[in-house]
């Protein structure tokens, strides 16, 4: 998931001309520029600099800025010298005690309410009530259903699709991948799938889309045999713990896990039923 969301430029780690992540662990130090994002002087891996807001908005990791509203040293209400992740293994965000750490180095920054209350004794959490479903959502359904209908031809896709980049403050479809890709893949009905697809990975992440969308694609079988890889947890200086691993070897196997099966209860009242395949 840290590998999906785009570069600073709106396109994909693997296509962007001028960033170059083909060293996602090589050790960077955070300049002032970058104060927002990821804490001032703070060391931390090429896979976290010159991402896109919504990997920072989403994302906790080693280095990485967090913003509580009790959590503010800045005069005046800045936001400069809040909180910051601290991951390796003996720190605070990752001791060792039980339920203290996280087995990848990337926590889900998305789902936690920046009014949350933090102290060394307790954390207050404020809920709040879980959407249903998302503008940005239908948007991209749309723009999904008119690419397959019509392909790239139909400008209303990347009228909608921009939509959502614009508020995720980056630049519309094809200004980014002219800019910045070594492709126009949004000409083809086939490279704007890809497009769609991985926006919706991203605007959706962390939300309970990717399960259903991975399956009515038949991207599954793929995606989901992938290993679960993450940061060296369990080490305590920066060269060890920027080495990646294995977490989770997943596995799917098709065409079963693409359904459910239907109870043998259910196949002996109905002799009419069909098991699903593999089960």
Do not use: C
């Not at 999906?4 to 060293?23: M, R």
């Not at 720190?91 to 039980?98: K, V």
């Not at 990337?106 to 060394?120: E, G, P, Q, R």
């Amino acid at each position: 998931m840290a590998e999906l969301f785009y570069t600073e430029h709106g396109v994909p780690i693997t296509e962007d001309k001028y960033l170059d992540y083909s060293n996602k662990n090589q050790l960077r130090t955070a300049v002032r520029e970058e104060r927002f994002y990821i804490n001032q002087g703070y060391q931390t891996a090429r896979l976290n600099f010159d991402r896109e807001p919504r990997f920072y908005a989403d994302l906790g990791f080693d280095g990485g800025v967090w913003y509580m509203i009790n959590n503010n040293p800045g005069v005046d209400g800045s936001d400069e010298g809040t909180f910051f992740m601290q991951a390796k293994y003996t720190q605070p965000g990752n001791t060792g005690a039980e339920g203290n750490y996280n087995e990848t180095g990337y926590f889900i920054k998305k789902l936690v309410d920046w009014n949350l209350v933090n102290s060394t004794s307790a954390n207050t959490v404020k809920t709040y009530e879980w959407p249903e479903i998302r503008l940005a959502d239908l948007y991209l359904l749309y723009a999904e259903a008119l690419n397959e209908a019509k392909g790239p031809s139909e400008e209303d896709i990347f009228v909608y699709l921009d939509k959502i980049r614009t508020r995720a403050s980056l630049e519309g479809v094809k200004d980014s991948w002219d800019k910045y890709a070594n492709s126009k893949k949004y000409e083809t009905k086939e490279g704007l799938r890809a497009i769609i697809k991985q926006e919706r990975g991203i605007e959706l992440a962390f939300e309970g889309s990717r399960f259903w969308d991975l399956r009515r694609w038949k991207d599954a079988v793929t995606i989901l045999n992938a290993p679960v890889t993450g940061w060296s947890i369990n080490q305590v200086d920066a060269v060890s713990y920027y080495q990646n691993r294995t977490v989770y070897q997943q596995t799917f196997v098709a065409p079963r896990d693409y359904l459910w099966p239907i109870r043998n209860s259910n196949l002996t009242i109905n002799s009419n039923l069909v098991q699903n395949p593999g089960w």
